[in-house]
């Protein structure tokens, strides 16, 4: 089957290595539609190369470069919305950065469409109303992250009872820091930040990567997207993400899901599920690795997964406050004006202060994200 797919994030990392997929799956995937943020020539490219008349860029201001004869074009917060409206696509890629690709989402699984979901904040901030819509429409919610589409695919064969998993194992590169005593971590600059050992991503999820937000989010994402508590995730650093995450059943045998680092690996199979397709992707090279290590994390001194442990375990709206919180201190620090070690003060102040609803009712997980946004960012301007 040729899916009919639209790309929200089109010219980001996630959204290029998916058109990198397209390019080479022409006859399983058509694009039918692109949305952007800002960057209307590469949006403009990307349209001519694959054929799409349907468009959306957030700016509204950049809209008129891009209308023509046949072209739909999008803009504002409700632009993606109507983008995915007008195509009816099979599929929807969620790749946009924080919480803007939640109401989109939802459109699109109320017409029935398939998501796959590489914006991780829409299921920490609302998991449950996410999973909850999909289980009721039927479609299927396919993870883009690397470590949930390893899980995903480890989890696809088992005909057992839910209750034969007893630990999710995430792995996790331990970020540019891995190593670096804690006492220096307030020297840490965004240029260190930003260099990623394994993985080239956005700006905001290799902050988060360095900060080990990245790897608490994943635990609350993991959290809703397989319905298991948070005491049965775990997380364990593997410098050379080779391993992208792992199952362990209660006879005590364990599944992997192993490649070469590249997201067109767990994009492709998003696209193609529930099938495989032949691909020109590296495979590995067992001999030329050498070897694969694991090691603890260092949840003392990077108290990121701590604090999204207590958000997953509490629910309500702890965790839409932490990811909040995190957008703004993440932001914060890129633009120099918050410390790095401060990114998890500022979290975890926010936690303390803003008031917690036990509910993940739509309306409740946005008041507590607008809530969780202010609060952190008086904190941050008072340090
Ligand atoms: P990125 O910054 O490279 O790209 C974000 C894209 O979203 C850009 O195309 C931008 O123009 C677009 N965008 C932003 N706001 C928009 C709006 N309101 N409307 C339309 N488009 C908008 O980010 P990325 O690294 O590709 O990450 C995207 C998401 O995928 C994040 O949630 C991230 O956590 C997740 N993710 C990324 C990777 C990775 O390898 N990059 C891996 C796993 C998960
Ligand atoms: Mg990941």
């Not at 989890?155 to 970020?175: C, F, M, N, Q, W």
């Not at 240029?191 to 990623?196: N, Q, T």
Request: hydrophobic residues 45%.
């Amino acid at each position: 089957m040729r899916k009919r797919v639209v790309i929200l994030g089109s010219t980001g990392s996630i959204g290029t290595s998916a058109l990198m997929v397209a390019r080479q799956i022409p006859d399983r995937m058509e694009i039918v539609g692109l949305a952007a943020g800002t960057r209307v020539a590469e949006l403009e490219e990307q349209a001519q190369e694959f054929g799409v008349d349907h468009l959306c860029i957030a700016d509204a201001s950049k809209k008129a470069p891009l209308s023509g004869p046949g072209r739909r074009v999008y803009s504002g917060e409700d632009g993606l919305t109507d983008l995915i409206e007008a195509t009816r696509p099979d599929l929807v890629l969620v790749a946009i950065v924080g919480v803007a690709g939640l109401r989109p989402t939802l459109a699109a699984i109320e017409l029935g469409c398939d998501i796959a979901v590489a914006s991780k904040e829409i299921l920490v901030m609302a998991g449950e109303v996410v999973m909850n819509a999909a289980r009721k429409k039927g479609v299927a919610i396919l993870p883009v992250d690397s470590e949930h589409n390893a899980i995903f695919q480890c989890l696809e064969g088992h005909k057992g009872s839910p209750e034969d998993v007893s630990r999710l194992i995430i792995t996790a590169s331990g970020g540019p820091f891995r190593t670096l005593p804690k006492e220096q971590l307030i020297n840490v600059q965004v240029e260190d930040a930003l260099k990623h050992p394994t993985w080239e991503m956005g700006q905001k999820i290799t902050i988060d990567s360095a900060t080990l937000f990245n790897k608490g989010l994943e635990m609350i994402e993991a959290r809703w997207l397989f319905e298991i508590p948070m005491a049965r995730i775990d997380v364990v650093v593997h410098p050379q993400s080779i391993v992208h995450s792992m199952v362990e059943f209660i006879d005590g045998s364990i599944l992997a899901q192993l490649s070469t680092t590249d997201m067109c690996f767990p994009i492709q199979y998003a696209v193609v599920w529930p099938e495989r397709l032949a691909n020109k992707l590296k495979p590995l090279d067992f001999p030329s690795l050498g070897k694969l290590e694991f090691e603890a994390p260092r949840v003392d001194d990077f108290p990121a997964i701590n604090l999204a442990r207590q958000a997953g375990e509490r629910g309500g709206t702890l965790p839409a406050v932490l990811n909040a919180a995190n957008e703004v201190a993440n932001e914060a620090f890129r633009n120099r004006s918050l410390s790095f070690p401060g990114i998890w003060e500022v979290v975890e102040e926010t936690m303390a202060r803003v008031e917690h609803v036990d509910s993940q009712e739509l309306e409740v997980v946005v008041a507590a994200d607008l809530d969780a946004r202010r609060v952190a960012e008086q904190i941050f301007a008072s340090k």
